[in-house]
């Protein structure tokens, strides 16, 4: 059957769709199908629109520009039009990435990522698409960025950082001031890391006395309350910190496999480390390229040095903290959970504990639970007698 016409009885058929018709199960396996062959149709669609408008083939039907053809035909806007088909063409350089995109393993925004990466560095193809089908599309963003900053020369990236930065305001319609930043990691991390502690402590605060507002609600009471000299400061967290091997501190740059970096913020300079370093609080982490010192004690409380190591991630690189769970990828409004429950007699050590967001923290809570792991929901609840 010739693919337009596969396109036309699939069309014909969705429209007999009854969900209501269908039990939960069925419905989550055809939405998954169905998500694919979107994932397919799309690709091959922005394909064809490439090849046709690069012939002219849109001028047969009456417009004088392929994207504004495609958007019309799409239904989406002339920018979004241009940007699929250029991500088409792009997709033409990487063989492996095609063939994903047209089978529906990856979207076509996933494989626009992949192959902005390639051309950046060449060879990192086949690792993305292995993040790509196993993980969510903020993991993919995040491990092509650091790919592409990795293969920077970090001299030259911390130039075009302080180039780019800038801070713009304005007025919406409903007269609210808005804004975009964008600053360098080692002025920009402390300060976002400083209003998440806020606005975490304004959140935990306000579910004590009934249903809370969404998390940037608060986030923008803890931006007021600082730029107005006012807000609570967590002293027990580190709002900047910076991963520096010792020798890229001796000899003043950073040789392969010795990091310099902002946690959550990416490549630095030893110099700008160093500089850090002289109106900070120092503190060390012995490992052996695999793990840290192992750390040990019994309860919930985390020791300051303890916490440190948590807060580093896994050696010998230390990329900050990030959810456990595969596939995820949450990076903010992380829980500690202990992988073996307190109550189950498990430590508060470097080993049992594990960066969770809230929704994987709830999941993990309730199948340990049902594993006996806990005290029941009930009895937990009413407390001791």
Known sequence: MHPGEAAKVLRTALLSLRPDALSGRECASLAEELARTAKSCEAAAASLAAWASDRGAYRDKGFTDGAEWFARASGSSPTAAKAAMETAWAVEECPQTKAAVLAGDVSMEQAGIIARTEFA?????ADLLGVAKSSSLKSLKDTARDTRLGSMDVDELARRQRKARCFRHWRDELGMIRGTFA???????????????????????????????????????????????????????????????????????????????????????????????????IKAVLHDGVDVLRVEHFGRHIKAELRTALELGPAPQFPGKTCCEPGCGRQHNLEWDHVDPVNNNGPTSFDNLKPRCWPHHRDKTERDRKAGLLRPKASAERGPP
């Not at 560095?121 to 193809?125: I, R």
């Not at 910076?242 to 990416?266: M, Q, S, Y």
Request: with cysteine; aromatic share 2%; charged share 25%.
């Open 183 to 281: 600053l360098t990691p080692e002025v920009g991390v402390p300060i976002v890391n400083g209003l998440d502690a806020e606005a975490d402590r304004l959140r935990k605060a306000a579910k004590k006395q009934g249903e809370p507002e969404a998390w940037e609600a608060y986030a923008a009471d803890a931006l007021a309350a600082r730029l107005q000299g006012g807000g609570h400061v967590r002293g027990s967290r580190a709002e900047l910190v910076v991963v520096a091997d010792i020798n890229a501190l001796r000899h003043g740059h950073a040789e392969p496999g010795e990091p310099c970096h902002v946690v959550g913020g990416g490549p630095i300079p030893v110099e700008v480390a160093r500089e850090l370093s002289k109106d900070a609080f």
């Open 121 to 125: 560095v060449p060879g990192s193809e």
